[in-house]
């Protein structure tokens, strides 16, 4: 698709179990979001007519997770579909079929999505934005490149170290996880029953195809296995500690398992980025 020529774009909300506490729908609207927003549920959740009555039925679109058991590499024995990976992979057939040319695939519990910038050395965030703004610039940048396969906002971690943080130095960094900004024809898969986001943007990382996330804009949303439902209790089961192994397996040449955290630590994975993101090459190195 050629840039400025109009296109359809919405954003899906991944949900599963808690009808009543979606934050992302009301933040996108809080910041500056006007455009379609779709619920992306199950066939098995209990919860489904709940989400049909709180936002209407046309903006609730339904998939069976057993429709992407043979697409999906879950990468265990464990048959638990308990996981967003089936959703994840659901988006791009359930954005083709409403007719989106691009996409914006969200978890459901962001509380706030804020600009971030440096003055000096001091990290600063915004009390509003305009996403819709926003969603356009980071389709534009889709569209300068076909290997561009997904854009994402930044998450808080992203900016520890202030204004030494890698995303301050660089700008951007070569991953993807939580959002993702995508174009329908340019579709990829989602692999393993954890770190699903983790897996994808490393393995086809490293076979060339890019993956950014940008330093402008953040996603906020609760630590991780304190808000009931969605994924809460396979993490609370199985905590950091096996979701890190699933990228290990994936790409073993330059993810590795470290130790995260200051007083209280645990199991996180560990990406070598120089070591698995091919660079792109100075022709003056090229060989006559």
């Known amino acids: 698709m050629t840039k400025n020529k ?19 729908y009301d933040t996108l609207r809080k910041f500056g979001y006007t455009g379609e927003i779709y619920i992306i549920c199950d066939d098995e959740d209990k919860t489904l007519d709940d989400y049909k009555q709180i936002y209407g039925e046309e903006w609730v679109k339904v998939f069976s997770k057993s429709d992407y058991v043979d697409l999906i590499d879950t990468m265990d024995i464990t048959k638990d579909k308990k996981c967003a990976v089936y959703a994840r992979n659901a988006c791009f057939d359930i954005a083709e079929s409403i007719g989106l040319d691009y996409f914006c695939e969200l978890d459901d519990d962001y509380t706030t999505i804020p600009y971030r910038w440096i003055e000096g050395v001091t990290l600063f965030r915004s009390r509003g934005a305009n996403l819709d703004e926003v969603f356009k610039a980071h389709i534009e940048f889709l569209q300068t490149n076909d290997n561009i396969y997904s854009v994402a906002f930044a998450q808080p971690g992203d900016f520890i170290g202030g204004d030494t ?33 983790v897996n994808t943007y490393c393995w086809y990382g490293q076979r060339g195809k890019l993956f950014f996330t940008f330093n402008f804009i953040m996603i906020d949303q609760p630590e ?46 560990g990406i070598v980025y120089n070591n698995g993101m091919p660079k792109i090459i100075s022709d003056k190195y090229r060989k006559e």
Do not use: E
């Not at 109009?6 to 992302?24: D, Q």
């Not at 955290?261 to 199991?267: M, T, Y």
């Open 224 to 269: 991780t296995q304190t808000v009931k439902g969605g994924m809460t209790d396979m993490y609370l089961g199985n905590g950091t500690y096996m979701k890190s192994f699933y990228t290990v397996m994936k790409c073993p040449s330059f993810v590795k398992i470290k130790i995260m955290g200051d007083h209280f630590h645990r199991i996180h994975h």
């Open 6 to 24: 109009p296109y359809k774009f919405a954003c899906l909300i991944l949900c599963h179990g808690r009808p009543y506490n979606t934050p992302t």
């Open 165 to 197: 943080s890698a995303l301050n130095t660089q700008k951007y960094i070569r991953k993807a996880m939580n959002s993702w900004i995508c174009d329908v024809h340019r579709r990829f898969i989602f692999h393993g029953t954890m770190n699903d986001d």
